[in-house]
């Protein structure tokens, strides 16, 4: 078994719903709600589901761009949620996050070469002819050239200004990036050569991902083991291989059987899922899934299934496999 290097055990992020002239808290949105994964060194965890099951968040709360209610991230033997701002600012290099759109988190005034310095800068790390030397080296691995140093975020399309927050992730020596929908702005052309360039960095610099995505094709071809999450609850977790050979939790059938088949002679029996997603100010209770789910038990709606381990190594929340 591989080192393990993060686990949420409990981890939890409930948003107030506040109402009234005092701004009283009369409900909270359950975003994430009590869930506890691992993630291996050197592997690509890929977290999926529907939109606002609690997939970003989840990103975001390992490692404290928002803050969690509940729980514990442990990062090399720590609970990074317990230590001081100091000490977190500096995990931060480790720890870093590609966006969905990297025009919105580009500054538009500053240069390539300047938003690359920027974190060295931040941190004080070494002098300023080192930062141009790293930023030099980072343009060519992620395929830009130096070129790019004095032009701005506007002169370069989509998937290179992708390129540009790829290295911009890199300049501190992560260990550990978040990708956040990293290729959905992108077109469809352009982000095999994103994922594959993503794919190279991570042998190059020996990187740990974690790939929160909606699209279950991209998935399948860049992740080694896939957490399915429903209404800020894990639902499954499997290897990706295992998850889609043999999908065992009703929602991730339901997700896997809309993906397109690679070879389209082979059909595939359909599972549409029907209804809307719950509110997560209210989820139903018991299993947050029956009440969209064509195997639904009496004991579906009163008893939250708890995660169980798999015979092929993964977990599953759901009463058909319960004793
Ligand atoms: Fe369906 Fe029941 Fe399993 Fe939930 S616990 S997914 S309702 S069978």
Same mark, same amino acid.
């Given at each position: 078994?591989?080192?393990?290097?993060?686990?949420?055990?409990?981890?939890?992020?409930?948003?107030?719903?506040?109402?009234?002239?005092?701004?009283?808290?009369?409900?909270?949105?359950?975003?994430?709600?009590?869930?506890?994964?691992?993630?291996?060194?050197?592997?690509?965890?890929?977290?999926?589901?529907?939109?606002?099951?609690?997939?970003?968040?989840?990103?975001?709360?390992?490692?404290?761009?928002?803050?969690?209610?509940?729980?514990?991230?442990?990062?090399?033997?720590?609970?990074?949620?317990?230590?001081?701002?100091?000490?977190?600012?500096?995990?931060?290099?480790?720890?870093?996050?590609?966006?969905?759109?990297?025009?919105?988190?580009?500054?538009?005034?500053?240069?390539?070469?300047?938003?690359?310095?920027?974190?060295?800068?931040?941190?004080?790390?070494?002098?300023?002819?080192?930062?141009?030397?790293?930023?030099?080296?980072?343009?060519?691995?992620?395929?830009?050239?130096?070129?790019?140093?004095?032009?701005?975020?506007?002169?370069?399309?989509?998937?290179?200004?992708?390129?540009?927050?790829?290295?911009?992730?890199?300049?501190? %020596? &992560?260990?550990?990036?978040? +990708?956040?929908? !990293?290729?959905?702005?992108?077109?469809?052309? /352009?982000?095999? #050569? *994103?994922?594959?360039?993503?794919?190279?960095?991570?042998?190059?610099?020996?990187?740990?991902?974690?790939?929160?995505?909606?699209?279950?094709?991209?998935?399948?071809?860049?992740?080694?083991?896939?957490?399915?999450?429903?209404?800020?609850?894990?639902?499954?977790?499997?290897?990706?291989?295992?998850?889609?050979?043999?999908?065992?939790?009703?929602?991730?059938?339901?997700?896997?059987?809309?993906?397109?088949?690679?070879?389209?002679?082979?059909?595939?029996?359909?599972?549409?899922?029907?209804?809307?997603?719950?509110?997560?100010? %209210? &989820?139903?209770?018991?299993? +947050?899934?029956? !009440?969209?789910?064509?195997?639904?038990?009496? /004991?579906?709606? #009163? *008893?939250?299934?708890?995660?169980?381990?798999?015979?092929?190594?993964?977990?599953?929340?759901?009463?058909?496999?319960?004793?």
């Amino acid at each position: 078994m591989s080192e393990i290097l993060v686990e949420a055990r409990g981890l939890k992020k409930y948003f107030p719903i506040k109402k009234g002239l005092l701004r009283r808290t009369t409900a909270h949105v359950k975003a994430v709600d009590n869930i506890s994964f691992q993630v291996f060194k050197g592997e690509t965890l890929g977290i999926v589901g529907e939109s606002g099951c609690g997939k970003s968040t989840t990103g975001r709360l390992l490692i404290r761009l928002l803050e969690a209610t509940e729980g514990e991230v442990i990062y090399k033997g720590k609970n990074i949620l317990q230590i001081q701002k100091e000490e977190m600012r500096e995990l931060r290099k480790e720890l870093q996050m590609v966006f969905q759109d990297p025009y919105s988190s580009l500054n538009p005034r500053l240069t390539v070469g300047q938003i690359l310095e920027e974190p060295l800068a931040n941190y004080s790390m070494s002098t300023k002819k080192e930062w141009r030397e790293k930023v030099r080296e980072l343009l060519h691995v992620v395929g830009l050239g130096e070129q790019a140093i004095h032009r701005f975020p506007h002169e370069f399309s989509g998937g290179q200004r992708q390129r540009i927050g790829i290295a911009r992730a890199l300049m501190l %020596n &992560p260990e550990l990036i978040i +990708a956040d929908e !990293p290729v959905s702005a992108l077109d469809v052309s /352009i982000q095999s #050569q *994103v994922l594959n360039l993503l794919k190279d960095l991570q042998q190059k610099f020996a990187l740990t991902y974690i790939f929160v995505s909606h699209d279950l094709s991209v998935v399948n071809h860049f992740c080694d083991r896939i957490l399915v999450m429903y209404l800020g609850r894990v639902v499954e977790i499997s290897s990706k291989k295992n998850l889609f050979a043999r999908p065992l939790h009703p929602y991730s059938q339901a997700l896997l059987s809309a993906v397109p088949s690679p070879d389209p002679k082979q059909k595939k029996d359909r599972t549409i899922l029907t209804g809307d997603v719950p509110s997560p100010s %209210n &989820p139903p209770t018991g299993c +947050a899934f029956h !009440p969209r789910c064509t195997a639904c038990m009496d /004991i579906c709606k #009163q *008893v939250r299934p708890a995660l169980i381990q798999t015979a092929d190594g993964g977990v599953v929340a759901c009463h058909l496999y319960s004793e």
